[in-house]
């Protein structure tokens, strides 16, 4: 049986937390405002941090996740999430093939896997994956990507692929914030995954609030309430 169909995950309100991308703050307590606010799902992303420093923020995160329901997620690095007890990990195409990282983690933890072209969507057809995350759809500050962005027009001929490749749930990633997150949910992904959006704002809670609420809606109207 596939994962996802053993355990699905809420994309609507992903928080990818960067310690390089928190004004300073102390990320801990911010993905606890975040998920007070209405965050469903959490990474921790941290492309600069060291082995033990990796596994003790991610320790502190799941901590903080207790009881809330919310699963956290590590970005590439399956050996930080087995050693902090995390709940999976998200992969990119350059990182361990999701097939060994299930291997490693075993059959009810969460791999995601960002898409960035149509053929990727294909290939996703026969991995063990729960969910997947299309990447690159507006410019953002928060990654340094070669690529042109896809937009919404890109977003949505991904989708399509994915779609028929694959039964999870799928969502978007990059750029996306209250100015543009109900045209992103309106061509038909999931949820939204925010770094600055979120983690920058002011006020987490509130923002993480806003958002969700617009994701809410949007996916009301469109008769596709998760």
């Given amino acids: 049986m596939r994962e996802s169909l053993i355990n699905p995950i809420d994309l609507r309100l992903y928080g990818i937390i960067d310690p390089e991308r928190t004004g300073g703050r102390d990320p801990v307590e911010l993905v606890r405002q975040a ?4 965050a469903t799902l959490i990474q921790y992303r941290d492309k600069q941090g060291e082995g033990r420093r990796l596994v003790e923020l991610a320790r502190a995160l799941k901590a903080a996740l207790e009881g809330s329901g919310v699963p956290l997620l590590i970005n590439d690095r399956v050996d930080i999430a087995l050693a902090a007890g995390a709940d999976g990990v998200h992969l990119g195409q350059d990182d361990m093939h999701p097939k060994d990282a299930r291997d490693l983690l075993g059959p009810h933890a969460f791999i995601g896997l960002t898409l960035k072209t ?15 995350c299309i990447g690159g759809v507006f410019a953002t500050g928060s990654k340094n990507s070669p690529a042109p962005p896809i937009g919404l027009d890109g977003l949505g001929k991904i989708l399509s692929r994915a779609r028929l490749a694959y039964r999870g749930p799928v969502g978007a990633i990059a750029g996306i914030d209250a100015s543009n997150a109900q045209a992103v949910i309106a061509a ?38 998760a």
Avoid: K, N
């Avoid at 998920?35 to 209405?38: E, K, L, P, Q, Y």
């Fill in 188 to 225: 038909g992904v999931d949820g939204i995954a925010v770094i600055s959006a979120l983690f920058m704002a002011t006020d987490p809670r509130a923002e993480a609030r806003r958002l969700r609420g617009i994701v809410d809606q949007t996916l009301t109207s469109r008769g596709d309430f």
């Fill in 118 to 132: 149509l053929e990727q969507a294909e290939r996703m057809a026969s991995m063990p994956v729960g969910y997947a």
């Fill in 35 to 38: 998920v007070s606010g209405g």
